[in-house]
């Protein structure tokens, strides 16, 4: 058999692994509103499946096919803004189809503009027309409508990423500072940001779950464990229900820690990873932090532990370690090299390979010693289990 052939062949074995491990149930709901919630063997089922199906859909585009078909995808953000600035999917009712016309007055704009615009993100399964000139929403449509961190989500790809991407951040926002402290400036901006950054936690492959059982804690006995930049401290809370000799310090900026609530061996302080760390523990975590910022900053946030750290602290970065080319699932790397470019516009920064972590851990102090990177079941993520030598 030919490569096609071969190639659709396995695709046909990785989607019979993909419904034996999900429900009857959850098939029959996979395209509605809210999404079915997969298992993790499900998952990187899934995965696969789709890792296949994109390496067979390369595969039978001709080398002209394949640059042009790239090259020439420049209106899908400019079309995804529109359905965020303008609230397309809002406008559209839930139990019913409207006419373009009456969306289009709703949206305040052209018909013939609006009509463009939807039947476009109709061929990325986005809306429906089951009548000519009216549109529906389908589970896609449906989702970004009723899924407010979705909104938020998109609208952070297409204001901040997007411009970021074509002029970079500093000219796109015309300003010296680095993102984070130019959005800080708006608090709408700031929220979207950050609304979309737990979106995006939550994703298949990026959720939390995998994490507490990923890593031996219990190997940590009676320990604090400090989580810097927790936010509300999510991760920690899911640790205490299963490991109850833990006790952690959430750290983060004051306008975050203050929605998070003290509770028992739970405690919350304000702290800028760039300052010292004042806290003395057995192990710092840190939870898609470095991924934020160029190794220069990243150097100076392991640094600044230093003061703090007692022989044999276990410092646990926990981010993703990008593969080499063709080395990890085709879904599995885009999506890791998509946030590489995303976090290159907008602040200079990068997801790293595991060379390029053991790089910067011996730039920041050769007591930081790299004892192992963990790679995650059902997780995109690694856990980068690193030893102060002091």
Not at 78 to 95: D, H, S
Not at 248 to 274: A, K, Y
Request: charged share 25%; net charge negative.
């Amino acid at each position: 058999m030919g490569k096609f052939v071969d190639l659709a062949t396995k695709i046909l074995e990785q989607c019979k692994a993909l419904e034996e491990n999900t429900s009857s149930e959850h098939l029959a709901q996979w395209d509605e509103f809210p999404d079915v919630q997969l298992t993790g063997p499900a998952i990187m089922a899934k995965l696969a499946a789709q890792s296949t199906l994109l390496e067979l859909q390369v595969a039978m585009k001709t080398p002209t096919e394949t640059v042009t078909t790239l090259g020439m995808r420049t209106v899908t953000p400019m079309v995804f803004q529109a359905l965020y600035r303008f609230g397309i999917a809002e406008k559209v009712p839930t139990e019913h189809d409207a006419s373009y016309e009456d969306v289009a007055k709703a949206c305040r704009l052209p018909e013939q503009d609006l009509r463009r615009i939807v039947r476009y993100l109709m061929t990325w399964n986005v809306f429906t027309e089951p009548q000519p000139n009216r549109v529906a929403h389908n589970g896609s449509s449906r989702a970004f409508r009723e899924n407010k961190l979705l909104q938020q989500t998109i609208g952070m790809c297409t204001e901040e990423i997007w411009p970021s991407a074509v002029h970079g951040s500093s000219i796109a926002n015309s300003t010296e500072l680095d993102f984070f402290q130019e959005i800080s400036k708006y608090p709408t901006r700031a929220k979207r940001f950050a609304d979309g950054m737990t979106f995006m936690g939550g994703m298949p492959g990026l959720g939390m779950e995998p994490l507490v059982g990923a890593y031996n804690w219990d190997a940590l006995g009676e320990a604090t464990v400090v989580d810097v930049g927790g936010s509300h401290g999510e991760l920690a809370k899911r640790l205490l229900l299963k490991y109850p000799k833990l006790s952690f310090v959430i750290q983060d900026l004051s306008s975050t820690i203050d929605g998070g609530h003290q509770q028992s061996r739970l405690s919350f302080m304000e702290h800028n990873f760039f300052d010292k760390q004042p806290v003395q523990a057995d192990a710092y975590m840190f939870r898609w932090i470095f991924h934020d910022w160029p190794d220069k900053a990243c150097t100076k946030i392991l640094q600044n532990l230093i003061p703090a750290l007692k022989q044999g602290a276990r410092i646990l970065i926990m981010d993703f370690c990008v593969p080499e080319p063709s080395q990890a699932p085709r879904m599995a790397e885009e999506l890791e090299r998509t946030f590489d470019l995303t976090m290159w516009c907008l602040n200079n920064a990068k997801e790293r390979s595991k060379e390029e972590w053991s790089i910067l851990i011996k730039q920041a102090d050769t007591r930081f010693k790299l004892e192992n990177i963990i790679m995650i079941p059902g997780s995109l993520l690694s856990i980068l289990d690193i030893k102060w030598d002091g």
